[in-house]
């Protein structure tokens, strides 16, 4: 393939992976986006060999006088050498070879965690590197005859490899539970026994109950400030839901607590709201659109027991449309944010 075509593709296809997988990051339910990051991953994959010659030949002309192009080169090696870093881990992660962990700048995550996180930070350098070096895209690289053929055919090569991908992965991973994230299965339909994921700083001081209130404040007519005794008083509900981490493992239960639509609803929530902001006691929160409303819970237990302190007791958010990170533990306060006036 020529290497303006070459070029474009993987420009075209950086955008697409950071779109689909953006999506994965925040939702649990994006099968279809997902798929579509695979197969382009798999596209990128296969242009490697083509623009690793554009690179050789880059790389045969050595360093210039320029400090543009010395500079361009040395961000070029950094970029190159994280792109492959990040398709291994996925690989690696997906096939289930090599170490599930990886330890890097001093701090050691999941494969899987690094291959997001790094892929996300690449961004800029790539951004950088196409704009010095790279020679501007012109609509014939991609969108004429010569290249629709191309395109059509990596695409094509694209699928054929993430089937026979996948197939791969499901004989690697006979047996153990995946989820259309690509996590694996933790812990299901054990009470407190499943995985812990706490970010730094969070859950260091174990709740006194006592002390503990709920509280609802904002576009609201009540607004409340609840007992654990009280809010144990409150309508109770129990979902199944699936609690989908980031870092590569999901579980399977059922919770049990009052749902967010019912305290709101105690608390004469406005018709001016727009969302609502989940707050938890050391200050970490997440907003979410006043139309999920009836889809979150305030859990209190987890099957049989109660919430666990690492789990987030007294209370933490279930949100089943949404990824882990989004499920708030230790929650303190929930704030109803009215419609902004222009």
């Not at 690696?92 to 090599?98: A, E, L, P």
């Not at 089937?163 to 996590?183: E, I, N, P």
């Not at 054990?190 to 001081?205: E, H, I, L, M, Y």
Request: hydrophobic share 50%; proline share 4%; aromatic share 10%.
């Amino acid at each position: 393939m020529g290497s303006r075509f070459t070029n474009a593709a993987i420009l075209v296809l950086a955008v697409t992976l950071t779109l689909t997988g953006v999506i994965g990051l925040f939702s649990q339910l994006s099968g279809v986006a997902l798929d579509l990051h695979r197969v382009a991953a798999w596209m990128f994959v296969l242009l490697i060999p083509w623009k690793g010659i554009i690179s050789y030949r880059s790389l045969r002309r050595g360093p210039a006088r320029s400090w543009n192009r010395s500079f361009g080169l040395v961000v070029s090696l950094i970029l190159g050498a994280a792109s492959l870093a990040v398709v291994v881990w996925s690989i690696g992660w997906m096939w289930r070879f090599g170490a599930e962990t990886v330890r890097l700048a001093g701090y050691r995550d999941t494969a899987i965690a690094w291959h997001w996180m790094v892929g996300l930070a690449t961004l800029p350098a790539l951004a950088l590197h196409a704009w010095r070096l790279w020679p501007s895209p012109r609509k014939s690289d991609l969108v004429s005859r010569r290249g629709l053929l191309r395109a059509a055919a990596l695409g094509a090569a694209g699928v054929l490899v993430w089937r026979a991908g996948k197939s791969v992965a499901l004989l690697r991973s006979a047996g153990v539970g995946v989820s259309l994230t690509g996590a694996r299965e933790a812990g299901s339909w054990s009470g407190n026994s499943f995985p812990v994921t706490t970010g730094a700083g969070d859950g260091q001081t174990p709740t006194v109950l006592a002390d503990w209130r709920l509280e609802v404040f904002g576009a609201v007519d009540r607004p409340l400030s609840l007992t654990y005794g009280q809010v144990s008083e409150l309508a109770t509900r129990e979902w199944e839901a699936r609690l989908d981490c980031t870092i590569g493992w999901y579980t399977d239960q059922v919770w049990r607590g009052p749902s967010l639509s019912d305290v709101l609803a105690r608390a004469g929530m406005l018709p001016a709201a727009a969302s609502v902001r989940l707050i938890a006691q050391g200050g970490n929160s997440m907003a979410f659109p006043i139309s999920e409303v009836r889809r979150i819970l305030l859990a209190t237990h987890v099957g049989s027991d109660a919430l666990s302190h690492e789990h987030g007791f007294p209370m933490r958010v279930v949100a089943p449309s949404y990824r882990g990170w989004h499920w708030i533990k230790w929650l303190h306060r929930i704030n109803v944010i009215p419609i902004r006036r222009i």
